[in-house]
Each structure stands twice: as C-alpha cells, then as structure tokens.
C-alpha cells in the first residue's frame, strides 16, 4: 500500500509533555496537510507544506505547536507542554498539486 | 472564511431506499468541492470531487453529487443504498483561486444503513 502513513496510530501522554507525530506522504506528492478532527466535527486545517516550505498555518496553531518537513519529504508535527484539550485526531493528507487530498489514517491523542 | 454545513447531522434508511445528503456552502468565489467517506475504523476516502465542467459528478460506488452554483449547493446521492454505505461523510470545499489547497469540512453526517 502506498498510501499515507502516520505514526504512531495512537499516543497517550500526561499533560505538560511533548509528543511528536510523523506523516509520510505518498511519494510524488508535493503538497502536505495536517488536519486536526474532534468527535462530532470534521477535519480543522492547520497547516501546509509546499515541497519544504511551509506556507500556511492556522490561527488554531498556537505557540506550542511546530511542523516541519525537511527536504519535501515526511512531515512531524510537535506538539509541546501538551494541554487535555489537545486531545484529537490528527490527520496528515497529501496532494499533488490541487487534484484532490488523500489522508492517513490518523494519529489520536490523549492527553491525561 | 469560507463555511460548509451539512444538515443532516444522522441519516438512517433501509437498504435499497434512496440516499441525498446535503451539503451548502458559503464563499463568493470559485470553488472546488468534495466529497469524503469514512467507514467505521477508517481513514477519509475521497468519494467524488468537481473541479469545472459538469455539473453532475459521478463518483466511486455509484455516488454521484450535484454542483447547483446559484443555491451554493453539492448535495450527494445514491439511488439505492446498501449496508455497506453505513459510513460518515463530509462535505469539503476549497479556494480555487488559491494556490494553497486548503480545505474546509462540513460537520459530517453519519449514515446507518439497516439490512
């Protein structure tokens, strides 16, 4: 299967630590999107990566938390002094170009 | 911003009954929009998308959705549902003026399809 993947599928943590989550796009693909989904909601854009640039980030995005993706390839979102209501779903998803995202099956968080 | 509501928060039918779910939109440009499915215990699954052209899409599983501009609608439907279709979707659009892609989601609407 070479679709996204995202690791870990999932990760309990105590509040106050950091967690890192890593996305791996399917290959060819240029663009990257972290996603963030609560029960009852859909997916909230945070942020987006052109190749290694990243170029958006939404206001949901707070100070803890940081993105990256070195040389265009996989992606790892941080999430630092991690709060209870960090508590989600994090999806990545990959396009190439503006033909459509296809996501990972999602990294769930829980934060005690 | 733009905003996407969906309206039928659960949907419940027998199999064979038809299926239209709806989905509206909110943004004054040109858009591209989507349709994504989630069967239980996975990920999102792109189920249709229009970009330009005809309005009517068809998709995987014989969806199909409509692209109606001046009611800022992309209603989903399925002629004849199976148990099978018991899912959640979610209704997305996007800028097509923007190079960015981002998209925005509607709240779902999870489906129950009785045997």
């Known amino acids: 299967d070479t679709g996204v993947s995202q690791n870990p599928r999932h990760k309990i943590t105590k509040r106050g630590q950091n967690v890192t989550f890593r996305c791996d796009p399917i290959?060819?693909?240029?663009?990257l999107y972290w996603y963030r989904q609560t029960l009852g909601q859909g997916p909230e854009f945070l942020t987006y990566?052109?190749?290694?640039?990243?170029?958006?980030k939404s206001r949901l995005l707070s100070d803890r938390f940081s993105a990256e993706r070195p040389k265009g390839s996989f992606s790892t979102l941080e999430i630092q002094r991690t709060e209870q209501g960090d508590s989600a779903m994090y999806l990545c998803?990959?396009?190439?170009?503006?033909?459509?995202?296809?996501f990972g099956p999602g990294t769930r968080l829980t934060v005690l | 911003a733009q905003s996407v509501s969906q309206h039928n928060h659960h949907v419940i039918l027998s199999e064979a009954a038809s299926l239209e779910l709806g989905c509206n939109y909110s943004?004054?440009?040109?858009?591209?929009l989507f349709w994504y499915v989630q069967y239980p215990g996975q990920h999102l699954q792109l189920l249709l998308k229009?970009?330009?052209?005809?309005?009517l899409v068809k998709g995987i599983k014989g969806f199909e959705a409509e692209f109606i501009k001046s009611k800022f609608s992309f209603n989903l439907r399925k002629p004849s549902v199976q148990w099978s279709d018991t899912a959640e979707y979610f209704c997305?659009?996007?800028?097509?003026?923007?190079?960015?892609?981002?998209?925005?989601f509607g709240r779902g609407t999870q489906l129950t399809v009785w045997p």
């Open positions: 290959s060819e693909h240029n663009r």
């Open positions: 943004y004054g440009g040109t858009v591209n």
């Open positions: 990566f052109q190749n290694e640039a990243q170029l958006e």
């Open positions: 997305a659009v996007n800028d097509r003026g923007s190079t960015l892609g981002r998209l925005y």
């Open positions: 998803a990959s396009s190439l170009r503006d033909r459509g995202q296809f």
């Open positions: 229009y970009f330009s052209g005809d309005p």
